[in-house]
Nanobody
Framework: VQLQASGGGLVQAGGSLRLTCAAS???????MGWFRQGPGKAREFVAV???????VYAGSVKGRFTISRDNTKNTVYLQMNSLTLEDTAVYYC???????????????????WGQGTLVTVSS
């Protein structure tokens, strides 16, 4: 599975962006997630949507970000609202066959990764 992420860019604090990640193959039975890596920081979990459309969010984005998927297009989206300076990062999409809940936040559990798309939030 190859992943192509897009939608990053420069946005002012308080603004919104929508990230898109398109997969080359069928992801019907896969969990699809987003991670991010800010300047000088380790990669961190953002959100995941399961094959059954269940969702898990990091506490720092809950209520501001929404993850969704379109299985007909093998695509996962991340709608980001009320962006803050702390959201500045390279955002990566990742997919993997079904995960148990306890592993959904672990980057090491994801088999396939996109190339990343940069989101810069300015004041």
């Amino acid at each position: 599975v190859q992943l192509q992420a897009s939608g990053g860019g420069l946005v002012q604090a308080g603004g919104s962006l929508r990230l898109t990640c398109a997969a080359s193959g069928s992801t019907f039975n896969y969990d699809m997630g987003w991670f991010r890596q800010g300047p000088g920081k380790a990669r961190e979990f953002v959100a995941v949507i399961g094959w059954n459309r269940s969702t898990v969010y990091a506490g720092s984005v809950k209520g501001r970000f929404t993850i969704s998927r379109d299985n007909t297009k093998n695509t996962v989206y991340l709608q980001m609202n009320s962006l803050t300076l702390e959201d500045t990062a390279v955002y990566y999409c990742a997919v993997t066959p079904r995960l148990i809940l306890s592993r959904k936040r672990e980057a090491s559990a994801y088999h396939y990764w996109g190339q990343g798309t940069l989101v810069t939030v300015s004041s």
